[in-house]
């Protein structure tokens, strides 16, 4: 689950006034020892950092959910861009001076977030209307590429796999002020996103080199439209 969407769901309900501090506190730290924001002289809890975002006029924080060959919506700059794709996700906030949060898990089971200035975020567009009908387009499609490529059994055999995925969603505490619509479309996309996972690693019909980059291929547009999916539900306004 990643705990960019999670800091993005509490802290828009945090920042639309429709949460108290302490519930988005505890709602962004969820099972984890501890959250801080920054390390060493700089460190921070989230309670000082958002009353700061508060206090500087911003109203929204977005998830990001970048992957190779999937880095259009990062920001910028490169070395933000570089954390944000080797953690695999970040949030955004566009205000006056644009900040990027990137999560590092610590050993003892803690977060550390990197905090750095970021080039103004290219808009979100469709919100979450728009990214249900796209995921539906995409299952719709990639439940017959599964086919084709024999994945279906895969998937079967795959119940360990998908199972931990549920268990992720049972654990997922989200804001009462997210609209249904939104909670919905997390729950999709991250299913998806764990179908794709297990038919990436499944023992299917791809038994060459080539049918096996075929197969690949031909699952990248189901993970594009489950990352969309997820990161327009975590990051949909709630004022």
């Known amino acids: 689950m990643p705990r960019s969407g999670v800091l993005a769901a509490w802290a828009n309900s945090y920042l639309a006034g429709r949460c108290s501090l302490d519930d ?16 060493g002289a700089d460190e921070e809890a989230w ?33 933000f861009n570089r954390a944000a794709l080797e953690a695999s996700e970040c949030a955004v906030v566009d205000t006056a001076a644009p900040t990027g949060f990137v999560p590092e898990i610590d050993v003892d089971g803690g977060v550390f977030w990197s905090v750095a200035p970021v080039d103004r975020p290219r808009p979100l567009l469709g919100g979450t209307g728009e990214a249900t009908r796209a995921l539906a387009e995409a299952m719709t499609e990639g439940s017959e590429v599964l086919e084709r490529l024999d994945l279906a059994a895969g998937r079967d055999r795959a119940g360990q796999a998908l199972s931990e995925v ?13 609209e249904p619509r939104a909670v919905a479309l997390i729950s999709r996309g991250i299913r998806l996103a764990g179908m794709v996972s297990v038919a990436l690693h499944a023992e299917g019909a791809a038994v060459t080199a080539a049918e096996s980059a075929g197969r690949s291929a031909a699952l990248v547009p189901l993970a594009r439209a489950a990352r969309r999916a997820v990161e327009a539900g975590f990051s949909a306004r709630q004022g």
């Open 166 to 178: 549920e268990l992720a969603l049972s654990g997922l505490v989200l804001p009462e002020s997210i």
């Open 24 to 39: 988005a506190m505890t709602g962004i730290v969820g099972a984890d020892r501890f959250h801080r924001v920054g390390r």
């Open 47 to 79: 309670s000082i950092c958002l009353g700061r975002l508060r206090g500087s006029g911003a109203t929204a924080v977005r998830l990001l959910l970048p992957a190779p060959g999937d880095v259009a919506d990062l920001p910028g700059p490169a070395p």
